[in-house]
């Protein structure tokens, strides 16, 4: 699994250079999966990596925890029917994410906080992490006060960011 996983890096890092999240060939690189019990292989491309990574390096703070917590959420909105079907589909579905909407640049350009997103992107993608979140959906910054946090269940904080299913 370790040269699949490196494979995938490798990959992801030459996607998110030119494309910064676009538009992929798709590899498939085997996920583990989510449980002992679970039986059916997921199937992730570079693509995906490159998007989580992207999210995962804008979204979550430098503790590998609260980068896994933003990975899993992603993740897990992309097996919820509410959402889109596909990790990019998630991480490009309109103003979800902050960072999508706020005219700054998308360019990675911290290359050892780039580097820690993608080795986050590839473990989650890979099945290598567990779900900190216990299943969210939702987070927003601690600092944040949305309007629409009272109405979601409350999972708890980490490294920042509040987590609701």
Known sequence: MPHVLARSIAAACALLALANCGQATERPVARAAASPAAEAVRVASD?????????IYFEATPA??????VAHVIMNRSEDPRF????????????QFSYRCSGKSLALKDPQKRAAALRTAAAVLGGASP???R??????????????????PRVGEIGGNVFYR
Request: hydrophobic letters at 40%; aromatic letters at 8%.
């Open 135 to 152: 299943g969210a959906l939702f987070f927003h910054s601690a600092r944040a006060k949305p309007g629409w946090f009272k109405s979601r």
């Open 131 to 133: 779900d900190p979140t």
């Open 64 to 69: 590998a925890e609260s980068r896994a917590a």
């Open 84 to 95: 889109p079907g596909s990790v990019c589909g998630v991480v490009r579905d309109g103003c």
């Open 47 to 55: 693509a995906d990596t490159a998007c989580l990574a992207e999210a």
